[in-house]
């Protein structure tokens, strides 16, 4: 195995935990919103796409992981990749759960949360 292995589940999974980070806050200021919607419920609706795109994020991260932690007996290559990749894959793993949790509430009250923020909405 080669770090190329790993890097595309890596790669994919940060450029989903991107998209989930920048989706509410793109959706807080009225980026994509269409006609006939509120800002607050544009906003709540974001939730649930960060919500998706973490969750997505996650299966990358623990498919990587998976790869370097395989069943049965190691290899001095396959340790040598754990050193460099690990510590990356398990930042991101903690990040993408929190965003997770962010997307949630933002999905169950993000509405209000922005009223509380931004009233006369």
């Known amino acids: 195995m080669t770090q190329w292995a790993i890097i595309p589940g890596l790669a994919l999974a940060i450029v ?5 980070l920048i989706t ?17 419920d544009w906003f709540m609706r974001s939730g649930a796409v960060t919500a998706v795109f973490a ?25 040598s990749l754990r050193l460099v990749f690990m510590r990356p ?6 990040f993408i759960f929190w ?5 949630s509430l933002i999905w169950a009250y ?6 509380l923020v931004r009233p006369g909405l």
Do not use: C
């Open 99 to 103: 965003l997770a949790i962010a997307g």
């Open 16 to 20: 989903l935990a991107v998209l989930a």
């Open 110 to 115: 993000g509405d209000i949360a922005m009223l």
């Open 55 to 79: 969750f997505a994020a996650q299966e990358q991260a623990a498919s990587a992981i998976e790869r370097l932690s395989p069943r049965g007996l190691g290899s001095k290559e396959i340790s």
């Open 89 to 94: 894959l398990n930042w991101i793993k903690r």
């Open 24 to 40: 509410p806050v793109t959706a807080w200021f009225g980026v994509l919103m269409p006609d006939g919607r509120s800002a607050p």
